[in-house]
């Protein structure tokens, strides 16, 4: 069966023609068991729904005129248009979808893992600083961090003594004791929980949330690999399960971007001293000839060269946040350098492979990166990629849609809310 949401009936300008081509043509041309499979570790939710054909069929512009007619004849709330406006019907649509009222969590199994839950938090911050729309984000905001609270576990109550190489209070990777059985922590996961938190620090001022990102630091910094027998030594792994001897740009780099946060935040040059540590490892043992990032290196020192959007844009984000921070001009070259590297490879029929997850942070540090130098092709190639989504990967009901089948998950929705908001926000709120 071809793959419907990529069929190009409703193609509007010579940009969106050529990604749907480029993303028709990516589909068809991965072999079977690729497409089938996830490219990042099965932590995800479990996809709620399967879009059917004629679901897909049936969107199309009577869908986006039925949105439109729908959004007019409401009187309460801002009025919006374009991307904040899309943006709110996204968000509107994960809560529906997704959220269990009065729980503070998200639907799975039972409940989301952190992962998702991390960027349905991403998105509410996202949403919150757009400027018509940052009142209305105040209760979602509190019920997000609510939830997240379900995920603290200060003790590793859900596992016996000694399962894990650390086990200093982070956010378990399942919901924690004695909601849920807790478990492993991810280093990624929990650096996206700082990085939100400290954007919520900065909307709110308040000084829990503040110690909360310090927690999940401590955490990071305390994950360091050090031992002088592994290869390339340094960086952070990918969890505190001891078998978890990887080490990857996507928990290094995020962890120097919270450390970073931190130090604007605080002066405490610590932070300082550790975002550069860890963003010179990743350049130093990840960083290929291309000048794009590699995703990890296993205990011998032996590089994994799969690349993908979201290591890059990291990587972006952390090298033009050093320059903001030191003023050294090295770093903003070498993150141009990236960045120039990454639109060139990340072409419309690569991205349109991945999960929207991973343009979404993918787009953020390079649109970033951008309002520093002054460059526009982050805000028009996320533009593009969330308008084609909006035309072709949206139900009647908001919910959006990747991969193939078509499935409907929390961390896509999350990633088409961030990217809208994104763009209807000011970069100053990304960090």
Request: hydrophobic share 40%.
């Amino acid at each position: 069966m071809p793959v419907t949401i990529l069929d190009c009936h409703l193609r509007r300008s010579a940009l969106t023609t050529l990604i749907c081509a480029c993303l028709a043509l990516a589909v068809q041309a991965a072999p079977a068991g690729a497409r089938d499979r996830s490219l990042y570790p099965a932590r995800a939710t479990k996809p709620a729904f399967t879009a059917s054909r004629a679901q897909l069929a049936a969107h199309g512009r009577a869908t986006a005129s039925k949105s439109s007619s729908k959004s007019k004849k409401k009187k309460s709330g801002p009025v919006l248009h374009g991307n904040p406006a899309r943006a709110l019907a996204a968000f509107q649509a994960m809560q529906k979808g997704y959220y269990i009222l009065g729980s503070g969590l998200y639907e799975g199994e039972p409940f989301s893992y952190l992962w998702p839950f991390s960027q349905a938090l991403a998105a509410t911050v996202s949403i919150a600083n757009v400027p018509a729309l940052k009142t209305l984000m105040t209760r979602e905001l509190s019920a997000r961090l609510v939830g997240l609270r379900s995920y603290l576990d200060t003790s590793n109550s859900g596992a016996p003594e000694g399962s894990f190489t650390s086990t200093m209070p982070a956010y378990d990777g399942t919901v924690a004791p004695p909601t849920g059985p807790g478990g492993t922590k991810y280093y990624d996961d929990n650096d996206w929980v700082g990085i939100e938190l400290m954007r919520a620090y900065a909307l709110t001022h308040s000084p829990a949330l503040l110690g909360g990102a310090e927690g999940i630091m401590a955490f990071e910094m305390a994950g360091w690999q050090t031992s002088p027998e592994l290869g390339c030594p340094g960086g952070l792994p990918f969890s505190n399960l001891p078998e978890n001897t990887d080490r990857n740009t996507i928990t290094t780099a995020p962890a120097a971007e919270l450390a970073l946060q931190l130090y604007k935040a605080t002066r405490n040059t610590q932070y300082l001293q550790f975002a550069i540590q860890a963003y010179e490892w990743v350049r130093s043992c990840l960083l290929l000839p291309t000048n794009l990032y590699a995703d990890h290196l296993n205990r011998r020192g032996i590089v994994e060269p799969h690349l993908y959007s979201y290591t890059q844009g990291v990587m972006i984000g952390a090298g033009t946040l050093l320059y903001q921070v030191t003023g050294n001009g090295a770093y903003l070259y070498q993150a141009r350098q990236t960045a120039a590297a990454a639109l060139a490879y990340f072409t419309p029929e690569r991205l349109g492979l991945e999960n929207p997850f991973f343009p979404s942070i993918y787009f953020r540090n390079l649109m970033y990166l951008d309002s520093v130098t002054h460059d526009p092709p982050g805000p028009k190639i996320a533009q593009a990629y969330v308008d084609y989504a909006w035309q072709h990967l949206r139900l009647s009901n908001d919910l959006f849609v990747a991969g193939s089948p078509p499935t409907g998950q929390l961390l896509v929705q999350a990633a088409i809310v961030q990217i809208y908001a994104l763009l209807s926000s000011s970069p100053a709120t990304y960090f």
